[in-house]
């Protein structure tokens, strides 16, 4: 097998832009851990729209160096993935906020922690895990880190479960239930996400051990 390190010697270009991409995933995870402890009333999204416009940016950066770099260490495909999976967190975490925002009044009693509290974990393992393909460590490292982001899914799967059987077993109105429903599905839906960009490090780090 050859050595991804030295092949990959001329690419740091790519590890970057996936690691500020990363970083901006995670970004938008603490933005809306800040945004769920307020609910008296709407917040300002321009915080949101920047970070997802930032990784969009990002994302198409990477396709444009794709598009002028001859060689690269990983194949094409695998890194347009992975930008890819990274850009649809911040976009789903935005589309979030503009949804909770239509009415925060209605959810002022809704926990959300659980949820939050798996996001915030999920984020920063994908962060690990990309920051981890600069070096390719060895695959036993990946699969710890792919299990970590397995595991949080699992509890995810769980927490959506308990909590959807809250609202429909009469907890709240109709119309907060649709809404609520509604908020639910979009963290499972940002933790799902999470797991995509761990299943393709996993791709790219079993392809290139």
Not at 49 to 55: E, F, G, H, N, Y
Request: with cysteine; proline share 3%; glycine share 2%.
């Amino acid at each position: 097998m050859f050595s991804i390190q030295k092949f990959f010697s001329q690419d740091a270009k790519f590890f970057e832009m996936l690691e500020k991409s990363a970083s901006e995933a995670r970004a938008s995870a603490l933005l809306l851990i800040d945004l769920l402890k307020d609910r008296r009333q709407a917040n300002p999204l321009d915080q949101f729209a920047l970070s997802r416009s930032k990784d969009k940016r990002i994302t198409e950066q990477i396709r444009e160096e794709l598009v002028s770099t001859f060689v690269t260490g990983m194949e094409r495909e695998d890194i347009d993935a992975l930008a890819y999976a990274l850009y649809r967190i911040p976009k789903t975490v935005e589309k979030f906020a503009e949804r909770y925002n239509l009415a925060p009044k209605l959810v002022q009693d809704v926990d959300f922690s659980a949820q939050m509290q798996l996001i915030d974990r999920a984020t920063a393992t994908l962060c690990d895990m990309v920051g981890h393909l600069r070096k390719m460590p060895p695959l036993e490292v990946m699969k710890e880190l792919r299990d970590k982001l397995q595991a949080v899914e699992s509890e995810a799967d769980n927490v959506i479960i308990r909590l959807l059987g809250e609202v429909y077993n009469g907890r709240f109105e109709p119309i907060q239930a649709m809404f609520v429903r509604d908020l639910y599905d979009l963290l499972e839906k940002i933790i799902d996400r999470c797991r995509d960009v761990g299943n393709v490090i996993s791709h790219i780090a079993l392809k290139n051990a």
